[in-house]
């Protein structure tokens, strides 16, 4: 795996760990997986237009061989070019994600270090399967985008990204009625199998389409905020 080089290297700290060596308060780290073409990129693109008045934010993508990602938020000047960076996981992208997660703890890392403080640090998934998890050891918490386009029975299908992911994103509604998806049924099945866990629709090319999700991670901020000054 490879990192941007743009930062430099140095020894990881454990993510559980909610403070500094100093005592100071660490970046919440929020994961989104999910499928390929489901929009996480989209979404973490809006979540920083949504939120960088009010938060100090950084990211870091994840793609196979390229840093396409990272330079999409990039161009499209979402957050400034320091505070996006990407790793190269050379392998399934689950694997950088879970299994070894040096790479992307390196990465936070470098961020945390180079722009201290940071509020947000949101780690975005190369596109993967239904089975794909973050490490509890890289982020704090986790978000599964999927969309309607690739079918209603998405949610029926299942798998630990969909019923055991902190949010759950169905994304792309505005496509439901092109695609024959039925959203009462998705919100159904995913209620089902997520049970008390939360769901949120959501339409990027809405003008506030990014809403829940937003609000969603303003409380998870907030909650981080208080569990660690407690």
């Known amino acids: ?78 957050l400034p070019p320091e505070r996006i960076t990407a790793v190269e996981t050379g392998a399934c992208p689950h694997t950088a994600i879970r299994d070894d997660i040096s790479a992307n703890l390196e990465a936070v890392e470098q961020l945390e270090q180079t722009l201290r403080p940071l509020d947000l640090i949101l780690v975005e998934s190369g596109g993967d399967n239904l089975t ?14 999927i969309d309607v386009a690739s079918g209603d029975d998405i949610p029926r299908k299942g798998g630990p990204g969909i019923t055991t992911a902190d949010l759950l ?3 792309k509604t505005d496509l ?39 609000r969603w991670v303003t409380s998870r901020l907030a909650a981080w905020c208080g569990e660690v000054a407690a």
């Open 1 to 78: 795996m490879h990192l941007d080089p743009s930062l430099p290297l140095h020894h990881h700290t454990h993510s559980t760990e909610p403070l500094h060596p100093d005592g100071s308060r660490r970046a919440l780290r929020i994961g989104l997986g999910g499928p390929v073409g489901s929009g996480k990129t989209a979404t973490v693109a809006a979540l920083c237009r949504a939120l960088r008045d009010r938060y100090s934010i950084a990211v870091v993508t994840n793609d196979i061989y390229t840093r396409e990602d990272a330079e999409f938020l990039r161009r499209e000047a979402v």
């Open 132 to 145: 794909a998890t973050f490490s509890r050891g890289l982020v704090d918490a986790q978000v599964f985008v």
């Open 169 to 171: 994103v169905i994304n």
């Open 176 to 214: 439901a009625p092109y695609v024959g998806a039925d959203l009462d049924t998705m919100a159904t099945d995913a209620q089902k199998q997520r049970e008390a866990l939360p769901v949120a629709f959501t339409s990027l090319t809405a003008a506030d389409g990014i809403r829940p999700v937003a």
